[in-house]
Nanobody, 125 residues
């Protein structure tokens, strides 16, 4: 069983930055492909970014490409989402997700097995 704990959310002004963290436990971190999703009020959960077991490749939703960066630190068993140039439309609950991927370079836009509890990001315009 994999446990995921997100942190780093909060209130930020438009144009500002936040870094979300996702600490994983319960399984060897390098076995896990990681992803970030978000859900705004009244909307479905949407894919934001994903990273493979070996940190390359990464993929992003078009809406965040060039502004957000996903990364991972094997020593800390933690995945990150650096969010720059934040916009009001980025406001949402952000969820970390993990999946035991059989291939080193596999990135997943869906199909994750494990989820964190979410962290709120609010961007004030």
């Amino acid at each position: 069983q994999v446990q995921l704990v997100e942190s780093g959310g909060g209130l930020v002004q438009a144009g500002g930055s936040l870094r979300l963290s996702c600490a994983a436990s319960g399984r060897t971190f390098s076995d896990l492909a990681m992803g970030w999703f978000r859900q705004a009020p009244g909307k479905g959960r949407e894919f934001v970014a994903a990273i493979s077991r070996i940190a390359i490749p990464t993929v992003y939703a078009d809406s965040v490409k060039g502004r957000f960066t996903i990364s991972r630190d094997r020593a800390k068993s933690t995945a990150y989402l650096q969010m720059n140039s934040l916009r009001s439309e980025d406001s949402a609950v952000y969820y970390c997700a993990a999946h035991p991927a059989p291939k080193f370079a596999e990135v997943l836009r869906a199909g994750y097995h494990y989820w964190g509890q979410g962290t709120q990001v609010t961007v004030a315009s």
